[in-house]
């Protein structure tokens, strides 16, 4: 073999190597990564989010209140002035 082909093939397997090697570790931090727990949200966060959670579902349990009384409104009213005919027609 010419000593010029041994050179290159050293080094083809030396990039060879060196990439793999490399590709070696980038993954073994990905997949350490990916595998540790996150970390909990600060309790002054967890509080606060509890307190909007608690604040939206008052809201939702007030415009629910509100409207159970318009529905209850526009039965009285339909029940105090039924429609005696159907609905007009355009001429």
């Known amino acids: ?7 290159i093939a050293i080094s083809i397997v030396t990039v060879v ?3 793999v ?3 070696g570790v980038f993954a073994r931090a990905l997949t350490r990564k990916w595998t540790q727990p ?4 600060p309790p002054a966060d967890v509080e606060r989010l509890q ?3 608690e604040q939206l579902a008052g ?3 007030e415009l629910h209140e509100r409207l159970d009384f318009a529905e209850r ?7 105090m ?11």
């Not at 996150?38 to 949200?41: H, N, Q, S, T, V």
């Not at 409104?73 to 029940?79: D, N």
């Open 59 to 61: 809201d939702v349990s």
């Open 1 to 7: 073999m010419d000593p010029v082909e041994v050179a």
């Open 81 to 91: 002035h039924p429609l005696e005919e159907g609905p007009v027609e355009p001429a």
């Open 21 to 23: 090697t490399i590709l």
């Open 51 to 53: 307190d909007a959670v």
């Open 73 to 79: 409104m526009l039965v009285s009213q339909r029940a």
């Open 38 to 41: 996150r970390a909990a949200l």
């Open 17 to 19: 190597g060196a990439g």
